[in-house]
């Protein structure tokens, strides 16, 4: 989440709805983000304690990424986040994610958000 930005108006950070994850213990030491936290939803404080062990640990398997400023929404199937620009989105498989996790996702991103809405 740290060096996620829109594809389309550059925003950082973008916000993350999650549907399905996983937990894998790598038992690597992590490093801890940049600039923003993606675990904690915030910018990075230094005189905060984070738990990168916990967040690195946590797979996404299925979720939502969302862009306040312009209003997009990008999917994440299979741990990858699918950040197209909308030309290149296909819209029967966006309209699909969108149904299938309707009911974990605001109705204002569901009816309004681009580039697809129900």
């Keep these: 989440m740290d060096v996620l930005a829109c594809p389309i108006c550059k925003s950082f950070p973008l916000s993350l709805i999650t549907f399905k994850i996983e937990y894998v213990r790598t038992g690597t030491p992590v490093a801890r983000c940049e600039y923003y936290c993606g675990y904690k939803k915030g910018m990075i404080d230094d005189a905060l304690v984070y738990e990168c062990d ?65």
């Design 54 to 118: 916990s967040c690195t640990a946590t797979d996404v398997i299925e979720g939502i990424l969302l862009c306040h400023a312009c209003r997009r929404w990008y999917k994440i199937t299979d741990s990858l986040p699918i950040l197209l620009p909308d030309h290149l989105r296909d819209k029967d498989s966006d309209v699909n994610f969108l149904l299938k996790h309707r009911s974990e996702i605001d109705n204002d991103i569901l009816e309004a958000w681009f580039p697809f809405h129900l």
